[in-house]
């Protein structure tokens, strides 16, 4: 089965009634862990951005806990998930100040990490990949929050 476009997904779901759109997105949720966190964040988080990434950090506080440091092998694994799901958390959002201040506290975390990330360069590339990443969203917002972002990037090059 392919796909509709997404203008005639949109047509058809005006001409259902609150019910039936009830219905469809609890059953939307039953397939997928990500669609049933997506639409956790709408219905719940959205109004308080700050809470949620509040909570994201937390998240990843507790998987930088939870890395094996056995080898580079496991922690380069750990880190692409922990990545991974910051990512996933920064798209439900959709806001370029969350998505800086998430990857900035990743980089942060990353950084602080024992062992160094400058003794494996795909971890050191992993970082300096985000670092730029931070650099280039920052020059579309605010310049008051360019700076801020500016002087947080600073201290973590230092």
Do not use: W
Not at 12 to 26: F, G, V, W, Y
């Amino acid at each position: 089965m392919k796909a509709v476009a997404v203008v005639d997904i949109k047509k058809e779901l005006k001409e259902k009634s609150d019910k039936e759109l009830i219905a469809l997105c609890l059953r939307l949720s039953k397939f997928k862990k990500e669609n049933k966190e997506l639409l956790t964040y709408l219905l719940f988080e959205a109004e308080s951005e700050q809470g949620y990434i509040e909570t994201v950090k937390q998240e990843i506080d507790e998987q930088f806990e939870g890395i094996n440091t056995d080898s580079f092998f496991y922690i380069k694994k750990s880190v692409r998930k922990i990545l991974r799901n910051t990512k996933k958390y920064i798209r439900y959002s959709l806001n370029k100040e969350t998505e800086i201040e998430l990857l900035l506290y990743f980089c942060k975390k990353l950084k602080a990490m024992s062992p160094s990330i400058y003794k494996n360069n795909t971890l050191l590339n992993i970082y300096n990949r985000n670092i730029l990443t931070i650099t280039k969203k920052a020059l579309n917002l605010h310049e008051d929050l360019q700076y801020d972002i500016n002087t947080e990037l600073e201290e973590l090059n230092s």
